[in-house]
C-alpha cells in the first residue's frame, strides 16, 4: 500500500516539515500595517488628490493633544501646561508643526511700537486677566478650534510627518505627557493615534483570539473524538495550514492588516473540518471492522473520502476567491491567503492525515458508554427526518417567507467605515474621539483647494462667502480660513475704525504685503498651513464633526454645492474622507465577490453532479442565507463595513460543504435504497451527524472573535455564527425538502452504470 | 626669591589667557565688522526653499550706511511684482541706552509698522536670517568663548562659541584666522542638536574712499530640521559716494530733480 510505502511517507513528512520550517524563518519579516488609505489603489480620486495635497502644503495628517478637565481648563495651571507641552512636542521628531493658543497671534500697539505676541506671551493670573483673553478668544476666530466652548477642554493640534511611524509618534507623545505632569486629563485624538490603536489592538487580537480559537478548537475535538489522535491530527493540519499561508503572506511581503486578523480564525474553523469527517469516518469504520489494522482503515478512508473532501475544498476556495474581485488589496489578499491555507489543510488532511494514521499500531478504544449527545442528536435529526418526510411544502413555504422579510432588511442595509465606531464603551480611544467630536469640532478635516491667483480680492470675497455658508453646516466643526488669517493681519495693520481694520485686502500687492510682514514676523509655519509659498494654492479646512461615512458624504456634497463651481476650485479631499471611498469600494466589492463567489460555484457543482439544475438548486440554499444574513444586519443596524464585506464569501465557501456532503450521501443512498425517504433518513443521521460535528466547529472558532477587542470582528464574530447555522438548517431542512418535492433527475442513479 | 619667580610666572599665564580670550573676541568682533556692511548699496537676489522644493525668488536692493550717532540698513523689495516697493529700514542707535528700531513699509496701503529691533523672532521674510543679521546687533549681548581650532577647505579656522547669559543654546562660529573671514555660523539648541547653519562664501572687495570693503558674495542659511535653505546672492555692490538721509527714510522720498 502506498501509504505505508516508508519512501512516500518519509518524502511527505520531510517535505512538510522544510516547508512549515522556511515559512517560519519568514514570519518576522512581516510587517502590520493598520492605515486605511493603503487600502485604497493610488490613482483613485481622494487618495490621488491627498497626495497632490501633501505636495504643496506638506502634511495633512493632524493629531490632537486634548487637556480636559471637567472644572475647567481656562486657569494659569492648565495655561502654563499648555506651553510646556507644546514646547516640547515641536520638539518631536515627525511632528512638522504644533498650534495651540501659545501660536494664536495678537497684533498689539505699545509706545509707537507694534508688539506682535501670542495670547499665551502673558499667562493670565488675574480675574480680570482671565476675562480679557476669553474675549480675545471669542473674538479671534483663529483661536475658536483650540479651546471648547464650555471652557473645560483645550487642544493642541499637531501636523504629524507622513515619514514617521504612527507608533513612534504616539510613544513619543506619552513620554512628553509623562514630562509634563498636571490636574489634567491628557488625551490623544486623531486618526494617527486611531491606527496606532488599531494596530496595538490587532497585536493583541492576534496573541488572544489565535490562542483561544486553537484551545477551543482542541477542547472540542476531544470531546467529539475522546481520543488524542482525534485532536493532534486535526490540529496540526490546522497549525501547519497557518504558519504556511502567513509563509506565504511573507513571501509576497503583505503586511497584516485589519482584516488579516481573521486569516488564522478563518482557518481554524475552516482547516479542520476535512480532518474532522476523516477521524469520523475512521473511528467509524474502527468500530465496525475492529480486526481491521489501521492502516488499512487509513487506506479506506483516503479512498471513501478523497473525492468528496477534494469537492468541498475545491468550493471553498472557489467562494474565497470572489474576494479577488474586490478593488481593497487586503480583501483580495485575503482570499488569496485563505484559498491558499485551505488548499493546504486540503492536501495535508487527505494525504498527511491517513500517512500518520498508519503509525498507529493499536485499533482506537472502544466508548464504554454510548454518549448522551450522540443519543440527543441522533434523536433530532430523525426528527427533521421526519419533518422533512412529511411537511416537504411547509418547509419550503417557512424558507420563503423568512426570505421575503429578509429582503426588507436589504434597505434599512446601511454602509459605514468609520473607523471611530471601531472602539466602544469607555475604552480611552473612546473617550478621546468624544472629546474630539464633541468638544472641539472633530480632528479629521477637509481640504478646499484653490489655485491660481489666489491673492485676488474677488477670489478672497468668494472665499469669504464659502467660509460663511460652510459655518452654517451642521456637519462642519472648524473652519480654518486664509481669509480668517487675513482679517487678523488687518488688525495688526490698520487701527480700530480704519475702513482696512478687520477686513480683506483690497489688491493682490496688499494681501502679498500682508504676508510678507506675518512671515517676518515668524509666523511662515501658520501661513504654510493655509497658503503655499509661491502664492498660487491656497486652502480652506473644514473639520468632521464626527468621523461616520454619514457625516462625510452629506459635508462633501455641501461643500461640493457650495464651492464646487468656483473657477479656481481644483479639489475638495481629506483624510477624512477616505473611508467614503472605501465604502464605495466596499459595497462594489461585496457585490462583485458574492457574484463571482455564486458564479464558481454554480459552474463548479454542476461539474460535480454532471447538471446545471444540480449547480442552480445546490446553490439555493446559500441564497437564502445570504438575504437572511444581510436583511439580519439591516434589521439589527449592523453596517457593512470592511470586515463584514468579507462575511458572504467565507460563508459561501463554508456553507457550501454542507450542502454538498448532503448531495453526495444522498445519491449513495438513494442508489442504495432506490427511495426518496429511505435515502434523506440515512443521510440525516450519517452524514447529518458529520456536517453538524463540522458547523459546530466553524461556529465556536468563530464564536472566539466574542473576545476581540474591536466592534467590527465581535460583530463579524455574531454573523458568522447566525450566517453558518442558517447553512446548517438549509442543508439539514431546505435541501432535503426541495429534493422530495422536485425529486432532480441529477440525483438519480447514472442510468449508463 | 622662589616665590617672586613664581608669582611673575603666574603673572604671565593670567596675561597670556587674557591675551588669548581678548584675541578671540578681536578676531570675532574684526569678522563681524566685515560682515556688518557700511556706506554700500547692494543688489541681492534671495531664494528660499522648502523641503518640498518648493522654491521663492525676492530681488533686494539694499543699502548701509553710518551716520554720526547711528546706523541705518534700507532694504527695498524689487521683485516679486507684487511686493515691489515694500521696504524694511533698521536703526541701531550708537548710544546703547536708545532702543533699536525695524520700520516696514507697505507700499500698498501706505502704513508703516515700527518693531523692537531686539525681537529675535522678526526674520527676513521668507526665510530664517534673522531680521537683526542687517542691523549688526546681531551677536550683541553674547559672550564669547574660544572653542578651539580646524580646518576648512585647507583654511585654519578658530571656532568660536557664543551664548547668552543664563542660556543653554549656542552658536559656534567659524572664522578664517589669518584673513579674519567669517566662514560659517552652527545654531545648537539646549539639546546641542544642530538647528540652523550659515555659510559665508566667495569673498569678494571693492575699494571705497576710506578702506577696501570686503564682503560674502554668498551666504546661505539652512535649517537642517525643516529642511529649509535661504541663498543671499550679492550680485553688485558699490560704495555709496554721497550718504543722504532722505535715502534711508522709510517712506521713499522723491528723488530731487536733475
Known amino acids: ?753 | 626669591m622662589k616665590i617672586t619667580i613664581l608669582f611673575l610666572c603666574l603673572q604671565a599665564i593670567i596675561s597670556l589667557a587674557n591675551g588669548a580670550e581678548k584675541d578671540t573676541e578681536t578676531l570675532f568682533q574684526n569678522a563681524v565688522k566685515k560682515l556688518a556692511m557700511k556706506d554700500v548699496q547692494a543688489k541681492m537676489t534671495l531664494e528660499s526653499t522648502d523641503a518640498d522644493g518648493n522654491s521663492v525668488l525676492r530681488k533686494l536692493n539694499v543699502s548701509f550706511a553710518h551716520f554720526e550717532n547711528f546706523k541705518k540698513v534700507i532694504i527695498e523689495i524689487t521683485a516679486p511684482e507684487d511686493l515691489n516697493g515694500t521696504r524694511i529700514l533698521t536703526t541701531d542707535f550708537l548710544d546703547s541706552s536708545r532702543e533699536s528700531t525695524i520700520e516696514v513699509f507697505l507700499p500698498s496701503t501706505g502704513k508703516i509698522r515700527k518693531f523692537r529691533a531686539n525681537n529675535r523672532r522678526l526674520k527676513i521674510p521668507g526665510t530664517d536670517i534673522p531680521m537683526n543679521y542687517f542691523s549688526s546687533s546681531a551677536f550683541n549681548g553674547y559672550l564669547i568663548t574660544d572653542a578651539g581650532q580646524t580646518s576648512i577647505n585647507e583654511i585654519d579656522c578658530k571656532k568660536i562659541k557664543l551664548n547668552l547669559p543664563d542660556n543653554n543654546e549656542y552658536l559656534i562660529a567659524y572664522i578664517d584666522i589669518i584673513n579674519e573671514l567669517m566662514f560659517r555660523i552652527e545654531y545648537y539648541d539646549k539639546k546641542e542638536i544642530l538647528t540652523g547653519i550659515n555659510e559665508f562664501s566667495e569673498y569678494g572687495s571693492i575699494d571705497s574712499s576710506n578702506a577696501e570693503i570686503i564682503f560674502p558674495r554668498n551666504i546661505s542659511v539652512s535649517n537642517p530640521e525643516t529642511g529649509n535653505i535661504s541663498k543671499l546672492t550679492i550680485n553688485h555692490l558699490e560704495a555709496l559716494t554721497e550718504i543722504r538721509k532722505t535715502d534711508f527714510n522709510i517712506v521713499p522720498q522723491p528723488k530731487p530733480a536733475e
Open chain 1, 1 to 753: 500500500m502506498k501509504l505505508q510505502n516508508s519512501t512516500y511517507r518519509t518524502i511527505l513528512i520531510a517535505g512538510t516539515g522544510i516547508l512549515a520550517s522556511l515559512s517560519v524563518w519568514l514570519l518576522p519579516s512581516l510587517n502590520i500595517n493598520p492605515s486605511f488609505d493603503s487600502y485604497i489603489p493610488e490613482n483613485i480620486n481622494n487618495r490621488a488628490f491627498l497626495n497632490k495635497l501633501d505636495s504643496i502644503f506638506g502634511s495633512n495628517e493632524k493629531l490632537l493633544l486634548i487637556q480636559y478637565n471637567e472644572k475647567g481648563v481656562f486657569n494659569p495651571e492648565s495655561f502654563t501646561r499648555t506651553r510646556q507641552l507644546a514646547e516640547k512636542l515641536q520638539e518631536i521628531d515627525g511632528i512638522e508643526h504644533t498650534f495651540s493658543l501659545n501660536d494664536v497671534i495678537e497684533f498689539r500697539e505699545e509706545d509707537g511700537f507694534t508688539e506682535i505676541h501670542t495670547l499665551l506671551a502673558h499667562i493670565p493670573d488675574k480675574p480680570s486677566e482671565l476675562d480679557s483673553l476669553k474675549h480675545k478668544i471669542a473674538e479671534n476666530p483663529l483661536a475658536g478650534h483650540l479651546i471648547s466652548d464650555d471652557f473645560t477642554t483645550s487642544a493642541i493640534v499637531l501636523t504629524k510627518s507622513d515619514k514617521t511611524d504612527d507608533q513612534s509618534i504616539i510613544a513619543e507623545i506619552n513620554r512628553v505627557i509623562k514630562q509634563t505632569p498636571g490636574k489634567d486629563e491628557i488625551h490623544i485624538g486623531g486618526l494617527a493615534y486611531i491606527r496606532s490603536s488599531v494596530k496595538t489592538y490587532i497585536k493583541k487580537d492576534l496573541i488572544t483570539l489565535m490562542p483561544a480559537a486553537l484551545l477551543v478548537m482542541v477542547v472540542m475535538l476531544f470531546l467529539f473524538f475522546r481520543e488524542w489522535k482525534g485532536v493532534l491530527l486535526p490540529f496540526l493540519v490546522v497549525l501547519l495550514s497557518i504558519i504556511l499561508s502567513f509563509g506565504l503572506m511573507a513571501l509576497f511581503s503583505w503586511e497584516i492588516s485589519l482584516v488579516s486578523v481573521l486569516l488564522p480564525i478563518m482557518l481554524i474553523a475552516i482547516a479542520n473540518d476535512y480532518g474532522i469527517h476523516l477521524i469520523n469516518l475512521y473511528q467509524e469504520e474502527s468500530r465496525k471492522n475492529r480486526q481491521e489494522p489501521p492502516s488499512a482503515i487509513a487506506q479506506k478512508i483516503f479512498r471513501e473520502l478523497k473525492r468528496p473532501i477534494t469537492i468541498t475544498g475545491l468550493t471553498t476556495i472557489g467562494g474565497m476567491l470572489g474576494l479577488l474581485s474586490h478593488q481593497m488589496a487586503p480583501a483580495a489578499q485575503l482570499g488569496v491567503l485563505a484559498s491558499a491555507g485551505i488548499g493546504i489543510a486540503l492536501i495535508l488532511s487527505l494525504y498527511l492525515i491517513p500517512v500518520l494514521l498508519t503509525f498507529y499500531n493499536k485499533a482506537p478504544k472502544r466508548p464504554a458508554i454510548e454518549r448522551s449527545s450522540d443519543r440527543f442528536l441522533n434523536k433530532t435529526l430523525h426528527l427533521f427526518a421526519r419533518g422533512v418526510n412529511k411537511h416537504p411544502k411547509t418547509i419550503v413555504t417557512s424558507f420563503l417567507i423568512i426570505s421575503l422579510i429578509s429582503i426588507g432588511g436589504l434597505f434599512l442595509l446601511k454602509v459605514d467605515t468609520n473607523v471611530e465606531g471601531y472602539f466602544t464603551g469607555d475604552s480611552t480611544v473612546r473617550t478621546s474621539i468624544e472629546l474630539t467630536n464633541k468638544k472641539l469640532g472633530g480632528s479629521q478635516y477637509i481640504s478646499l483647494l484653490f489655485s491660481g491667483n489666489i491673492l485676488e480680492p474677488d477670489v478672497l470675497r468668494r472665499m469669504e462667502k464659502y467660509t460663511a455658508q460652510i459655518a452654517l453646516l451642521p456637519q462642519a466643526g472648524n473652519i480654518i480660513s486664509p481669509v480668517t488669517l487675513f482679517r487678523e493681519l488687518s488688525k495688526g495693520l490698520y487701527s480700530a475704525g480704519e475702513s482696512g481694520y478687520d477686513n480683506l485686502p483690497q489688491s493682490r500687492p496688499e494681501a502679498a504685503q500682508y504676508l510678507e510682514i506675518a512671515s517676518m514676523a515668524g509666523f511662515d509655519k501658520q501661513i504654510a498651513q493655509l497658503i503655499d509659498p509661491n502664492r498660487e494654492n491656497a486652502r480652506i479646512l473644514v473639520s468632521l464633526t464626527d468621523g461616520s461615512n454619514q457625516t462625510g458624504k452629506e459635508l462633501l456634497s455641501a461643500l461640493n454645492s457650495i464651492a464646487g463651481k468656483d473657477p479656481l476650485i481644483k479639489g475638495i479631499a481629506g483624510p477624512g474622507l477616505s473611508k467614503i471611498q472605501i465604502a464605495d469600494m466596499v459595497i462594489r466589492g461585496q457585490i462583485t465577490s458574492l457574484v463571482l463567489a455564486f458564479f464558481i460555484i454554480i459552474i463548479l457543482l454542476s461539474i460535480i453532479f454532471k447538471s446545471i439544475v444540480a449547480g442552480i438548486k445546490g446553490s439555493l440554499p446559500l441564497l437564502f442565507s445570504t438575504v437572511l444574513l444581510f436583511g439580519l444586519m439591516g434589521f439589527s443596524g449592523i453596517p457593512l463595513d470592511i470586515v463584514t464585506a468579507l462575511l458572504s464569501s467565507i460563508m459561501i465557501g463554508v456553507g457550501i460543504d454542507y450542502t454538498i456532503h448532503f448531495l453526495w450521501r444522498y445519491k449513495a443512498e438513494y442508489a442504495a435504497h432506490g427511495s426518496i425517504e429511505a435515502a434523506i433518513s440515512t443521510t440525516l443521521t450519517t452524514t447529518g451527524r458529520g456536517i453538524i460535528f463540522n458547523a459546530l466547529s466553524v461556529i465556536i472558532g468563530f464564536a472566539v472573535l466574542a473576545l476581540s477587542g474591536f466592534a467590527p470582528l465581535r460583530f463579524f464574530g455574531l454573523l458568522v455564527v447566525i450566517s453558518i447555522f442558517s447553512c446548517l438548517i438549509c442543508a439539514l431542512l431546505l435541501v432535503p425538502a426541495i429534493i422530495t418535492l422536485t425529486r432532480p433527475k441529477f440525483l438519480e442513479p447514472d442510468q449508463n452504470i
